[in-house]
């Protein structure tokens, strides 16, 4: 019968240690999920806040440019390509050239150029610089975008 007693005061000390070690415990990891869930968000709405001007895929023969997927223009120079230092890459798309197009960030304005392939804003060619307005159509290879900008930056 000692055995009996010996076992079940191990049980008893095992079970006050779960339940005083085990709340502790998830305690803890809902509070880190939880964390880590506010700073995803958090990180996502500065970049919301700060992103001035966007380019959103309307429709693409790329690979990677998803339909509705948006590429914020938070860099002065943001380059359009097929090469993997583009910052906006259009890998398996033929027709785009390793660095397609430049976007310049001038100011409240953004300009793009062509880098060797051809462009197209609203279904015109662009030859030189051209600055580009909240609703511009730009079309890089098979690649159709939709150029978006904050409205306050829009006031010019």
């Not at 079970?15 to 070690?21: A, P």
């Not at 033929?94 to 300009?111: D, M, Y």
């Not at 030859?127 to 409205?151: I, N, P, Q």
Request: aromatic share 8%.
């Amino acid at each position: 019968m000692q055995s009996a007693g010996c076992s079940a005061a191990r049980w008893a000390d095992f079970s006050t240690s779960l339940t005083t070690t085990f709340p502790q415990a998830f305690g803890r990891a809902i509070a880190i999920i939880i964390l880590g869930a506010l700073i995803g968000f958090f990180i996502g709405l500065v970049g919301e806040l700060l992103k001035r001007g966007w380019l959103m895929v309307v429709r693409s023969q790329s690979r990677n440019a998803r339909e509705g997927r948006e590429y914020p223009l938070t860099k002065g120079v943001t380059i359009i390509g097929r090469a993997e230092e583009s910052d906006i890459g259009l890998f398996g798309d033929q027709s785009v050239l390793g660095s397609h197009a430049i976007i310049r960030r001038e100011g409240k304005n953004f300009v793009i150029s062509p880098t060797g392939g051809q462009i197209f804003v609203n279904r015109q060619p662009v030859a030189g610089r051209y600055a580009l307005k909240s609703g511009d159509r730009l079309e890089v290879g098979g690649t159709l975008f939709l150029f978006r900008e904050r409205a306050q930056v829009a006031q010019r």
